[in-house]
């Protein structure tokens, strides 16, 4: 199935444009009219994945965080964030839950696990030394989801 909409934006990984990155997404969200919840659960998960590029990804450097989103005549919403960082050892042990690559014990271990809960698919690849992917998948079920495909 062809995207009836898409964008693409990439930023440097500092923690200030996770808000942007967010914010982004949900304005291009708007013309399927998502639920203030459903839009709060994308604007989370979007969070949470950037977060973990600019905190694990690049660890202490600055590098570059890139997001697609792309909208689905079927109300779907596919949303890719990946980095260019460090990757991922051990993709099923970093999606448990209270698992963190973070030694200084100020985070949680719990980003997974939370996109996990709030998106109908989380898919994740990543190649140490090279970087990782995560792809958010997302049904918007409002009355405006269906009209945006006419």
Do not use: W
């Not at 969200?29 to 639920?35: E, G, K, R, V, Y």
């Not at 998960?45 to 965080?65: F, K, L, M, P, Q």
């Not at 990543?126 to 998948?137: A, C, I, N, Y």
């Amino acid at each position: 199935m062809k995207a009836i909409n898409e964008m693409k934006l990439s930023f440097p990984s500092r923690s200030a444009n996770e808000g942007f990155a967010r914010g982004a997404v949900a304005a291009f969200l708007t013309p399927l009219d998502p639920t203030a919840s459903e839009l709060v659960d994308v604007k989370t998960a979007v969070s949470e994945a950037v977060t973990n590029c600019i905190v694990h990804g690049y660890r202490d450097t600055i590098g570059t965080v890139f997001v697609t989103a792309a909208l689905y005549p079927d109300g779907r919403v596919v949303i890719k964030i990946r980095d260019k960082g460090c990757g991922i050892e051990d993709i099923p042990k970093a999606m448990e839950p209270l698992y963190t690559s973070c030694q200084t014990g100020e985070r949680a271990g719990l980003g997974f696990a939370v996109m996990q809960s709030l998106m109908d698919r989380v898919k994740v690849r990543s190649v140490p030394g090279k970087g990782t992917q995560v792809t958010l998948t997302k049904r918007i079920t409002s009355r405006e989801a269906a009209s945006c495909s006419r």
